[in-house]
């Protein structure tokens, strides 16, 4: 899975135009309208042309926060090897993890080329509410991108939790990804912290 395929969940989102919701409830509704609430703002974000550099990722720092629950989403990644971390780690871990999200995508903006996003649904599936979507391609009808948005309630809203892209979890991928290295260095946090900044050191001379 390339950089570029993870970030297209939020790079080519268009104003979202929500379907005959399959779970027909005020529950689906209003998540539905969150979704599509991201659509609309990650489309303003992109097509703004006023706003860079660190402007630019401030901004989307806030849009992700009110979107996505990091802290759920870093530690479910983590997996089980979040209980083998201290407290600074973690502290560290979760910092180079949000700051990781942020210069990917950020830096990918300018690959936006007019993709729509369209709500189509949504479901229940255990504890999550699954709002289903896709990713339209004017210039290739047939290379539409299927995409799952897992949330859970928080409060009067939601949080996204997990993003599935024509059947992959963005989260199960990285949570095997970030293990591999860990284990591969006896099991140890430290390695995979340094791996991290050294990902995301390469990011910020990109921008």
């Not at 990781?100 to 709500?119: H, P, R």
């Not at 409060?155 to 993003?163: A, C, L, Q, Y």
């Amino acid at each position: 899975m390339t950089i570029f395929r993870r970030a297209i969940i939020l790079l080519v989102l268009c104003i979202a135009v929500p379907s005959a919701p399959a779970w027909a409830d005020e529950k689906g509704a209003a998540a539905e309208k969150f979704v599509a609430g991201l659509g609309d703002s990650a489309l303003a974000l992109v097509t703004d042309k006023t706003v860079v550099g660190e402007a630019r990722r401030e901004k989307f720092r806030m849009l992700l926060n009110e979107h996505f629950d990091l802290n759920w989403i870093g530690q479910f990644v983590l997996g089980r090897n979040w209980r083998r971390a201290s407290p600074e780690e973690r502290e560290t871990y979760l910092k180079l993890f949000e700051e990781s999200i942020v210069f990917t995508y950020t830096n990918q903006f300018d690959n936006y080329s007019g993709q729509m996003f369209e709500v189509t649904g949504s479901g229940k599936n255990g504890r999550y509410t699954v709002v289903k979507s896709n990713i339209v391609d004017p210039a290739n009808p047939n290379g539409n991108v299927l995409i799952d948005w897992r949330l859970i309630e928080d409060g009067e809203t939601f949080r996204i939790v997990d993003v599935v892209i024509e059947g992959i979890s963005m989260g199960i991928t990285q949570r095997n990804e970030y293990s591999s290295v860990i284990e591969s260095n006896g099991g140890k946090i430290a390695p995979l912290l340094a791996r991290m900044e050294e990902i995301l050191e390469g990011l910020r001379k990109r921008t």
